[in-house]
T-cell receptor, first 109, second 115 residues
Framework: GQQVMQIPQYQHVQEGEDFTTYCNSS?????IQWYKQRPGGHPVFLIQ?????EVKKQKRLTFQFGEAKKNSSLHITATQTTDVGTYFC?????????FGKGTSLLVTP | GAGVSQSPSNKVTEKGKDVELRCDPI?????LYWYRQRLGQGLEFLIY????????KSGLPSDRFSAERTGESVSTLTIQRTQQEDSAVYLC?????????????FGPGTRLTVT
């Protein structure tokens, strides 16, 4: 079945540094979603990418979907302490979302 | 408006007991999902409801797990004869989009501890 892998598992940055997390699927994805989960909180939807090669921006966050629709990335420019949390990608498989294990981001001031 | 709510927020139970977890989705959301999140892990899909039918139950880990939904309203996830490996946060999500999943709105989860 479809497997979604995310790297790195953890990332510790100084405030102001950039951050990137990568998501790779064993199969072609119809679309991919990204969620953020703050410590002790629940996942919150960030974005959905559908088209091959798609790039979307939300303020300091840039999301990319690979040309082959098997990988995706989330890049945060100039991190802030409010960016702390775990970022999950999720690939659609039938009716289900297959979540990666997430990348936990720690930002120190 | 109100988001997805879940109850109880925490549940501690003894091994072998049955537990029932409740989810109240956002009003009007036809799609409802249950996930399990073990400590430090990603979310494992359990079951998908479209209205009160469940077209996809493929994620239920064993026959000790069952779920039902009343119309487009409340859903309950029941775990019978709980085991220690059932300890996790159980998350419910709802969506106005049926079929292949769109944006999902998550509840705060129920933290289940089996002693």
């Amino acid at each position: 079945g479809q497997q979604v892998m995310q790297i790195p598992q953890y990332q510790h940055v100084q405030e102001g540094e950039d951050f990137t997390t990568y998501c790779n699927s064993s199969t072609t994805l119809s679309n991919i979603q990204w969620y953020k989960q703050r410590p002790g909180g629940h996942p919150v939807f960030l974005i959905q990418l559908v088209k091959s090669g798609e790039v979307k921006k939300q303020k300091r966050l840039t999301f990319q979907f690979g040309e082959a629709k098997k990988n995706s990335s989330l890049h945060i420019t100039a991190t802030q302490t409010t960016d702390v949390g775990t970022y999950f990608c999720a690939g659609v498989s039938g009716y289900a979302l297959n979540f990666g294990k997430g990348t936990s981001l720690l930002v120190t001031p | 408006g109100a988001g997805v709510s879940q109850s109880p927020s925490n549940k501690v139970t003894e091994k072998g007991k049955d537990v029932e977890l409740r989810c109240d989705p956002i009003s009007g959301h036809t799609a409802l999902y249950w996930y399990r999140q073990r400590l430090g892990q990603g979310l494992e899909f359990l079951i998908y409801f479209q209205g009160n039918s469940a077209p996809d139950k493929s994620g239920l880990p064993s026959d000790r797990f069952s779920a039902e939904r009343t119309g487009e309203s409340v859903s309950t996830l029941t775990i019978q004869r709980t085991q220690q490996e059932d300890s996790a946060v159980y998350l419910c999500a709802s969506s106005p989009i049926t079929g292949p999943p769109g944006e999902q709105y998550f509840g705060p989860g129920t933290r289940l501890t089996v002693t």
